[in-house]
């Protein structure tokens, strides 16, 4: 049970323990690796919410004896999770864009009076962007400095760029909760039902989205010498399915980390996923990324599908 909050965020279901069980056990693997080195650890939550989470129970029934009833539980979110981490990061920081939900981090915080911890106001790639130019996590200029960053948006929020300064600090681990659904429900199948999105999709997936679109039974626009995206649009269909979308999504994210996990898909019914949850590394060196694969690869085993059905009672 989580410590309360006055500021009730009730979001997810059994879906979200399986995002933030793969995060922790990674989290939990990470400190008692680096724990006996000179590395200073962050964990960065970029949409910490309010370190709680509210989720309707079930109790009672015939077995209990007493009339089945609906309560509400309050259960630890990724903030409270990371804080709970033995051995400990060093140093936290939460972002989160909502006033009031930053209030109940502060709750969080004097909680942990013994923790480091930051609590940034505003959007979360904003507040990403800045702290990675900070000279601590600058590329060469880096020190002894490592860490992980959650990105647990509800949707769209996590921009491409944002991702890129990440890759390029060489030094944080980033949890990615992709939000596969959303993204193709903006993917219109034919390119002249994308209209305006057109520059939310440069913002989240970068300008490379368009390589998802081919001319009739031609060849990907984006290979076509002298193809004129904007003159041509009008014949662009997207064939890619849900799961080529998530692989072409992986390959961006392989294009700038040095490693890629396989997704953890969330699936919030049981056909119906969501999210993909991807780990990226952006440390280079082969220590780092074995390390980190070996991990990921234990946090996520038991939350594959078939394990997540089976959690979630679906
Ligand atoms: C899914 S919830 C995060 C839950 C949290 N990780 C947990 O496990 O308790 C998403 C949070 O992101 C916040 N948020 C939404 N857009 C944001 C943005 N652009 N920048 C920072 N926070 C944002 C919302 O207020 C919300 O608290």
Redesign the pocket.
């Known amino acids: 049970m989580a410590g309360g909050t006055a500021i009730p ?1 009730a ?2 279901g059994a879906w ?1 323990e399986i995002k ?1 069980d793969a995060v922790s056990y990674y989290l939990e693997c990470y400190t008692k690796a680096l724990s006996n080195t000179s590395f200073d650890l962050w964990y960065i ?9 509210e989720a309707e129970k079930e109790i009672g029934g015939l077995f209990e004896g007493r009339p089945r009833e609906t309560v509400i539980e309050t259960l630890a ?5 990371a804080l709970a981490i033995v051995p400990p990061f060093h140093d936290f920081v939460f ?4 006033r009031v ?1 930053r209030e109940a981090l502060e709750q969080v915080r004097a909680e942990h009076a013994d923790k480091r911890i930051e609590i940034v106001p ?4 904003a ?1 990403l962007c800045e702290l990675v130019r900070l000279p601590r996590w600058r590329r060469g200029t880096a020190g002894p400095v490592r860490g992980v960053v ?1 990105l ?3 949707s769209l ?1 996590v921009d491409w760029a944002t991702l890129e300064a990440l890759a390029a600090t060489q030094a944080l681990d980033v949890w990615y ?1 992709f939000p596969l659904r959303d993204v193709t429900r903006q993917l219109a199948l034919d390119f002249r039902g994308i209209g305006p999105k057109e520059e939310m999709l440069d913002r989240v997936l970068g300008r490379e989205w368009r390589e998802l679109y081919k001319l009739d039974d031609g060849p990907k626009v984006a290979t076509l010498p002298g193809f004129d995206l904007f003159a041509d649009k009008e014949e662009m269909k997207r064939e890619a399915k849900y799961k080529q979308i998530e692989a072409w999504f992986r390959g961006r994210l392989q294009s700038i980390f040095p490693y890629v996990s396989e997704p953890l898909p969330i699936n919030t019914a049981p056909t119906r996923q969501a999210f993909s949850l991807f780990l990226a590394v952006s440390n280079p060196k082969s220590a780092a990324t074995d390390l980190a694969a070996k991990f990921e690869r234990y946090a996520t085993r038991q939350n594959r599908p078939a394990a997540s059905r089976r959690k979630s009672g679906l």
């Open positions: 965020h979001f997810g979200t933030l939550d970029a949409f910490a919410g309010t370190g709680s989470r979110g990724s903030a409270r999770r972002i989160e864009k909502s939900r505003g959007d979360a790639n507040a959650f647990d948006p509800y929020q909760l």
